[in-house]
């Protein structure tokens, strides 16, 4: 392991932090641990020390990206070419070709800096925060807040903040794999460590952006931003986002090895041109000519602007993309696999039924509202009932939440299920404050989805007493008497409670089980063994998540585009079996956690894909989940909040975190997060995903055959012994202006009418599918037979070459200009789109034509570019051969749709 040095922002006494005992560290910050900084205190330091943020790295200057732009093969060919055409004293072409160079290197530029600065928006977007005390209250802050002297609490799924002396530990593990290397999470403890220890055996700090995998601490801030040991080593993260994704590596290696085997034609165009006797510098112009029209240079700088566009629009729509290449596979999905509470539901929980003493009551009222009244179902009156009292009172001690009233409307600080108890106990007329003076907290076990429950440990006069909260399953077993409503202890029916279970789920609500359980005065910490067995149960709670209402057409949404939607619940199977059946997904059967246990792996596989519905699953049965979807050959995409839910995150081909309740543990291992934790926000991204990718297709299918007709005119008149009909600067004005002012404009496009209604994309597919292929060839033949053909025509006639090129050329752009409108959509007549959907294409079709004017009609551009003015037959023949391409595709669209649907794109 690699030794790491000092790099703490304290003089502590001349020794680290981790050499110190922890109250000595705290007293030379100058905190008070149970309280923390004031924010006037932490303003000051703030101005002292700085944001805790890291120096961003040392990315490329503008001036150095502008310079890359010249670091290309196809770059070098067209220097090379300048270069010669100058020593020939062509300097009409020289400053041409120079020119062209530099325009394109220019639009590169323009196209880089925008793809990093929305990539770069992106990263900003998703901040982390920490828990802190600030006089006494605990506050969420954002992390770049953080100051020396804060008291942090941490607990599973964070990351740490900063770098944190720990004060006090319960089963605290953190992984240090962005730190030491080290994959194996290590255990933390308060004790000093030796001055000379090594990062990794530094027990008792936690270092910044390492992530907590179990367990809860306090801790106290002891370094910020560049003083942190990440800071010191901060070459080793400090990476900035590649632009790119496997298709656009798929592209560029397209691009370089099309590359050679151009210049290899282009070398067997020269010999057989000088072979047949023709001048060996007509013979170089040609050679030059096929390869700068032949080769698609433009097509990885337009996929990365669209692949831009197109993560901008996610983020718009809630969905950040953290890892590019999750935008092409949203395209693909064909699985959702979602969380049931706060992605599908509204995580807004609200008890309406408690359990307690043989008695069953109603709770009314809406929302965080502390008011309402308790109703008697059965049973005694609910002020007669002292089960009912301990049970609420359990619910609110047991509890981590807060209610504030903020702007007139009551709302949850923390997590909602516990928002729900407190409002609870407040309808009975429990307050907390009084509550916890009677019975102050000494000890907790905080939740962990591996145990299914809470305990926190009181004193409770002569005795300590631990409340338990959690599933019924995992604790009715730990029960061994129930409280009757005398407040005595008495014999426990499994099966009665149980059947209560199954009731209150039956009607939609998570149900959670309370019991107690009473120790000697003198107990200073609660174990998971103290709770294993001796509970005795108060009642049960049961709550409504109410579904959101976008919940149930995104769920038909998806179904229509043929991709499965199941839900993932650790509710009660009657409970996840009621949502599932509100929001539209199939629940014939629920598959719960324990029978999944009991498959293997083969059996898992055959009914996974027929089980929509999953109850009381465990986040490492979520990991099973995927990988027998994955077998049987579907596309996943998986959603996440918790530290345990990383595996399964990374495993499936999107995992999708949750932005708000999600834990930093989480959000590093996904690909997509969601930045309102709501389910519409994964179909709005797959969506999107579909419409990228459409719209990438489009961008391939046009500009390909552009190239491909133009390296068939250059070789068909080498190989006929005919003038050339285009020259290499008029290839080069061609490539460039249609790539920008009307490619680039496919981006743009909106997502067509039914694109959910399709099957989604089979990602062993071919980028061009063989419909795709024969087009594009077919559409380069038309360009090969207009422009040459009309070429000779005009020469024929005895026209000017001068003119007769600038036919040749007009074809090329007006024949690209109608085969756009084509590609607007690959299946579909554009009609259907609307004409005016796509403005910035009409605008880029106008802007092009204009050009192409002048480049016919303006003197300087005649003698930069050898063209000549046109009559309007010559236009005639050249709209005459556009339309003829536009029509052509057009009815080989319609006779697709009409005699083999099967065959259409998409």
């Not at 900084?37 to 944001?51: D, I, K, Q, T, Y």
């Not at 999905?333 to 929980?349: A, E, F, P, R, Y």
């Not at 005065?521 to 103290?530: I, S, T, Y």
């Not at 797959?686 to 459409?694: H, K």
């Amino acid at each position: 392991m690699k030794e790491q040095g000092t790099a703490v922002q304290a003089p502590f006494s001349g020794l680290p932090p981790w050499r110190l005992e922890a109250a000595a560290v705290v007293e030379q910050l100058g905190v008070d641990a149970a309280r923390g900084l004031s924010e006037a205190e932490a303003a000051a330091r703030r101005a002292v020390h700085g944001p805790n943020l890291l120096t961003p790295p040392k990315a490329h200057g503008p001036l150095v990206r502008f310079l890359l732009q010249f670091h290309a093969p196809l770059v070098y060919i067209l220097l090379a070419a300048a270069a010669v055409t100058l020593a020939l004293r062509e300097y009409v072409d020289s400053a041409v070709i120079f020119g062209v160079v530099l325009v394109n290197a220019f639009v590169g530029f323009l196209q880089e800096s925008r793809a990093l600065k929305a990539i770069d928006a992106l990263a900003r977007s998703m901040t982390t925060e920490a828990v802190v005390l600030r006089g006494g209250q605990k506050r969420r802050v954002e992390a770049a807040e953080l100051v020396p002297g804060d008291i942090v609490l941490l607990e599973a799924g964070d990351k740490v903040p900063a770098d944190v002396r720990l004060i006090s530990v319960r089963g605290l593990q953190v992984d240090e794999s962005a730190l030491t290397g080290e994959s194996v999470p290590v255990s933390k403890n308060v004790d000093p460590a030796p001055e000379d220890a090594g990062v990794g055996d530094r027990l008792c700090m936690a270092y910044s952006s390492t992530l907590v995998t179990s367990g809860a601490a306090r801790g106290v801030v002891v370094a910020t931003g560049d003083r942190t040991e990440i800071g010191r080593i901060s070459e080793l993260i400090q990476t900035t986002e590649a632009l790119a994704t496997p298709l656009t590596r798929k592209i560029a290696h397209f691009s370089h090895f099309l590359l050679w085997v151009i210049l290899a034609l282009a070398a067997v165009t020269f010999a057989a041109g000088v072979l047949q006797g023709q001048a060996w510098l007509d013979m170089f112009m040609a050679a030059v000519a096929l390869a700068v029209g032949a080769i698609p240079e433009g097509l990885p700088a337009a996929l990365t602007i669209t692949l831009a566009i197109g993560v901008a629009r996610m983020a718009r729509r809630h969905a950040i993309i953290r890892k590019l290449p999750a935008v092409e596979t949203l395209g693909s999905t064909t699985v959702i696999c979602s969380d049931k509470t706060g992605t599908l539901t509204q995580n807004k929980m609200n008890v309406k039924a408690v359990w307690a003493g043989g008695a069953r009551y109603r709770f009314l009222g809406e929302g965080y509202e502390p008011a309402g009244g308790v109703q008697p179902v059965s049973g005694s009156p609910p002020t007669q009932n002292a089960a009912l009292l301990e049970c609420l009172r359990a619910g609110l001690l047991c509890n981590d939440a807060a209610l504030r009233r903020q702007n007139g409307a009551w709302e949850a600080e923390g997590d909602p299920t516990e928002a729900a108890l407190l409002v609870a106990a407040a309808k009975f007329g429990l307050e907390r404050q009084q509550e916890e003076q009677r019975f102050p907290r000494i000890d907790a076990i905080p939740f962990e989805s591996e145990h299914q429950y809470m305990a926190t440990l009181h004193q409770a006069g002569e005795r300590t007493v631990a409340f338990v909260k959690g599933a019924a399953e995992a604790l009715l077993p730990r029960c061994d008497a129930a409280l009757g409503p005398d407040g005595a202890p008495g014999g426990l029916d499994r099966a009665a409670v149980m059947e209560q279970v199954e009731s209150l789920a039956a009607e939609g609500l998570r149900v959670l089980l309370l019991a107690r359980r009473e120790f000697p005065a003198g107990m200073n910490f609660v174990e998971h063994a103290d709770v294993a067995s001796g509970l005795v149960l108060l009642g049960l709670q049961g709550m409504i998540d109410p579904p959101r209402p976008e919940s149930l057409p995104a769920v038909r949404a998806c179904q229509q585009a043929g991709i499965q939607v199941k839900m993932i619940t650790g509710d009660h199977a009657k409970t996840a079996a009621a949502v599932a059946a509100m929001i539209g997904i199939p629940a014939e059967r629920v598959l719960t956690g324990a029978e999944l246990a009991r498959l293997s792996d083969e059996e898992l596989a055959a009914v996974a894909v027929d089980v929509n519905v999953y109850a009381r699953v465990s986040p490492e049965q979520k990991l099973k989940l995927v990988t027998a979807l994955q077998s049987r050959g579907h596309v996943v995409a998986m959603t996440g909040d918790g530290v345990n839910d990383a595996p399964a995150l990374r495993r499936a081909d999107i995992g999708v975190a949750m932005g708000i309740a999600g834990t930093e543990v989480a959000k590093e291992a996904a690909d997509m997060v969601l930045t309102d934790d709501n389910f519409a926000s994964i179909e709005a991204a797959v969506e999107e995903g579909r419409g990228v990718y459409d719209n990438l297709v489009k961008f391939i299918a046009w500009t390909i055959p552009t190239n491909v007709g133009e390296g068939l005119v250059i070789m068909a008149a080498v190989f006929t012994g005919a003038t050339l009909p285009i020259l290499p600067v008029q290839l080069l004005w061609i490539n460039m202006t249609t790539a920008i002012l009307l490619g680039l404009t496919l981006a743009m496009e909106a997502k067509e009418p039914g694109l959910m209604q399709r099957p989604p994309r089979d990602p062993r597919a071919p980028i061009l599918t063989r419909v795709l292929q024969v087009r594009i060839a077919l559409v380069s033949l038309l360009l090969l037979a207009g422009a040459f053909g009309l070429f000779e025509w005009m020469q024929m006639r005895g026209a000017p070459v001068e003119q007769a090129r600038t036919v040749a050329v007009n074809v090329f752009v007006f024949g690209e200009m109608f085969y756009l409108f084509n590609c607007r959509s690959l299946t579909v007549s554009m009609f259907q789109l609307g004409m005016f959907s796509n403005p910035w294409l009409l605008a880029g079709v106008a802007a092009m034509a204009v050009f192409q004017l002048l480049f016919t009609y303006a003197p300087w551009m005649n003698a930069a570019f050898h063209s000549a003015p046109i009559g309007t037959p010559e236009w005639a023949w050249i709209l005459g051969c556009s339309m003829a391409i536009y029509l052509v595709v057009k009815a080989e669209k319609w006779l697709r749709r009409r005699f083999a649907p099967q065959e259409t794109e998409g």
